[in-house]
Nanobody, 131 residues
Framework: QLQFVESGGGLVQSGGSLRLSCQVPGFTLDDVDIGWFRQAPGKQREGISCLSDDITYYSDSVKGRFTISGDSAKITAYLQMDDLKPEDTGLYIC??????????????????????????WGRGTQVTVSS
């Protein structure tokens, strides 16, 4: 099982920004693909953005507002969230899968829920957007 170090959640007003960070100790972004999943109150967990090498995927709900990236050392993955809306409120969970477990970041985001143990899950960080 992979371990995670997640940070960056908090309370922000509508229109504001937050940046989430995720590290998988002992692994770099050359070893694992990273995804961010959102668990909103009363809703199913949703894969909102995934990163594999330099290929990115975004769900329609965040496209154009969120940016997933890795630092130059390929140790930390980030999710920059701009123009936040109240409907973005939820628990944001970092996930990781060994490179080549999924054939694309879109597949990781769509299929991790039913993919068995291929994707490992962090505990999440809460994001609350007030109107």
């Amino acid at each position: 099982q992979l371990q995670f170090v997640e940070s960056g959640g908090g309370l922000v007003q509508s229109g504001g920004s937050l940046r989430l960070s995720c590290q998988v100790p002992g692994f770099t972004l050359d070893d694992v693909d990273i995804g961010w999943f959102r668990q909103a109150p009363g809703k199913q967990r949703e894969g909102i953005s995934c990163l594999s090498d330099d290929i990115t995927y975004y769900s329609d709900s965040v496209k154009g507002r969120f940016t997933i990236s890795g630092d130059s050392a390929k140790i930390t993955a980030y999710l920059q969230m701009d123009d936040l809306k109240p409907e973005d409120t939820g628990l944001y969970i970092c996930a990781a899968a060994k490179v080549s477990e999924w054939y694309s970041p879109e597949a990781m985001c769509f299929l991790s829920e039913t993919g068995g143990s291929r994707t490992n899950w962090g505990r999440g960080t809460q994001v609350t957007v007030s109107s």
